[in-house]
């Protein structure tokens, strides 16, 4: 069977182990199979940077083929920010790649004994670890320049910059695009930290002239080619001015976090948009609709440049740019774009660095809207200074340090671009998730699709919202756990054509039932472990403001009665 292999990294006698995936677990990949691993095998009272934990890696099911949107890479861990499991999910060529090579999952577990940086390279060749001291706290960009002059320009690479080595809870992992940059993240959690922990500064993967096996390859390439012609036509929007549309969109329903969440609009939202981004990025010569992951018809990445038409960063993204964006009051690219590439480069969550930067602005360390200020905290950050130690503990440590009361986080994360009073049904998803404030576990936005027919969408109508919230954290899990991008769809129809993609490509009997009841083992595993690992129901709340304080323009607060809130764990 293609796609059988488990590979582990055991740290502690720097050796590597092979076996295969157990049958009963065929159909599980990507987040439900390191939820399934991690329960299993982790005590969830475990120190998150300790030697027991491990930090496993997932690609989906689909992942090395001519599927559209297949090739995404889950990281699944205890996380050193919220205490409580945490996946991260990143588009880039390294799913696709250790897919090719049949890896299932990769786990990293165990603690060295000695002092030392090492790299996992994975090739048709086989797993080794090789000590690569020579990359200890480089950057990510650098580090993986060194890497393609030693392995060679087609590789893969997960990388982790200082932060991580540092052992920082805000601290990411970057996984490489099809262009050669660090640009693709699995941010959140602190998950580079756990990678840090174990000394591994990168996993190269060289899958090049590797191609798996389809069982009934002509009725799989029609489902694919019909696939993508309808993903060209429906996610036209994206391709032209990727998720940055959401600036207009959030403006609009009057969810935009500004200036630290105290307002949903922003008077500079238009020098922020999608169709300005498309604009200055044109004009300077950047590229704009291109593809974070081989055979991606959706094409939302872009590459920003200078007014020289140098390199900045890839790819702008909404959450991101919003939070060190509106958030801290800042309406221009050129100033919010090297901010995203320091994040990038030093591996760092954009989103909780901008969360920690406006709760900063807050407590009136810089004022709102000082982008030059806003570097200058960046700069603390890289130099790991006092101030610097503070901020890279994250928005909640550093709200608590600075006497902050508003501070925008759910189990210790910090909140995404979308405000819970002007958008509810994620607001739920913040309080009931087990990831935290993660908008990637269960976004309502217009157009989105629930199992259940009928069902009030309107965002700032609390009615329906927590069951609206709970099938759309049940449709995401099943599309996390394929290895797909939620932008080619999570609703009903779009898990039962995945089913029908795994049926062509194993031979196998999935079906829409099967993916549906793994979500809801999954969920439950992944609160189960919460639970054990102390997040209680008391850390199932938002800050107290969100409940008492109207956002403008709308005069909206968070009201979701708590009653039905609870019953989202009623699945």
């Known amino acids: 069977m293609h796609l059988d292999r488990i590979v582990r990294i055991d740290m502690e006698n720097i050796s590597v182990k092979e076996e295969k995936i157990k049958e009963e677990l065929f159909l599980y990949s990507g987040r439900a199979l390191g939820a399934y691993i991690l329960s299993k095998e982790v005590d969830p009272l475990c120190d998150p940077l300790g030697k027991k934990n491990k930090l496993i890696f997932a690609p989906g099911l689909l992942g090395g083929t001519i599927y559209p949107c297949s090739g995404r890479i889950s990281a699944i861990s205890k996380s050193p920010l919220t205490g409580g499991i945490k996946e991260a999910n990143s588009g880039g060529t390294a799913g696709n790649d250790m897919a090719s090579l049949g890896v299932r999952t990769l786990i990293l577990e165990g603690l060295p004994s000695e002092e030392g940086t090492w790299v996992v390279v994975l090739n048709k060749n086989g797993v080794k670890l090789e000590r690569a001291d020579d990359l200890k706290g480089m950057r990510n960009y650098e580090c993986a320049d060194r890497l393609r002059e030693k392995y060679g320009k087609k590789i893969s690479i997960i990388s982790i910059g200082p932060m991580g080595e540092r052992l920082k809870p805000i601290a990411s992992i970057l996984v490489s695009d099809p262009y050669g940059h660090q640009g693709r993240l699995l941010a959140r959690g602190g998950l580079g930290a756990v990678m840090g922990s174990k000394k591994i500064k990168a996993i190269v993967i060289d899958a090049e002239k590797v191609k798996p096996e389809v069982k009934e390859s002509d009725r799989f390439s029609k489902l694919a080619r019909d696939f993508s012609n309808y993903l060209k036509k429906a996610k036209e929007g994206l391709t032209l001015y990727g998720t940055m549309a959401s600036v207009e969109e959030s403006q609009e329903l009057g969810c935009l976090p500004t200036r630290n969440f105290r307002s949903g609009t922003f008077e500079l939202a238009d020098n922020v948009s999608g169709h300005h981004l498309r604009e200055v990025i044109k004009e300077r010569g950047g590229k704009i609709g291109i593809p974070c992951m081989q055979n991606c018809p959706i094409r939302c990445s872009n590459v920003y440049v200078d007014q020289n038409g140098n390199f900045i960063t890839s790819t702008l993204q909404y959450e991101v740019t919003n939070q060190l964006g509106p958030n801290c009051g800042i309406g221009d690219f050129d100033k919010i774009a090297p901010m995203a590439q320091e994040c990038d480069d030093l591996g760092m969550d954009g989103i909780e660095v901008g969360v920690t930067i406006g709760v900063c602005m807050e407590a009136g360390i810089i004022e709102f809207g000082d982008a030059d200020g806003a570097m200058s905290l960046i700069k603390e950050m890289e130099k790991d200074s006092l101030m610097g130690k503070i901020l890279t503990q994250g928005a909640m440590i550093t ?36 990831m935290g404030a993660d908008h990637t576990a269960g976004n309502l936005l217009p157009g989105r699709k629930t199992i259940t027919p009928g069902l009030n969408l309107d965002l700032h109508d609390k009615k329906d919202k927590a069951k609206v919230s709970q099938e759309l954290q049940l449709l995401i899990v099943a599309v996390d756990s394929g290895g797909m991008c939620y932008f080619s ?65 709308y005069d909206l607060v968070f009201d979701v009665p708590e009653n039905e809130i609870e019953q989202v764990k009623n699945i």
């Open 489 to 553: 769809g999570f609703g009903p129809v779009d898990v039962e054509r995945y089913a029908q993609a795994v049926r062509y490509m194993y031979g196998s009997n999935a079906t829409y039932e099967n993916f549906i009841s793994i979500a809801k083992e999954t969920l439950k595993r992944e609160w189960d472990f919460n639970e054990k690992a102390g997040l209680t129901k008391a850390t199932d709340r938002l800050p107290e403001f969100f409940y008492t304080e109207k956002l403008p323009p």
């Open 399 to 434: 709200g608590r340090v600075l006497g902050v009361k508003r501070v925008p986080v759910v189990k210790g994360q910090a909140m995404p671009a979308y405000d819970p009073r002007g958008n509810k049904g994620t607001g739920v998803t913040y309080v009931t998730s087990p």
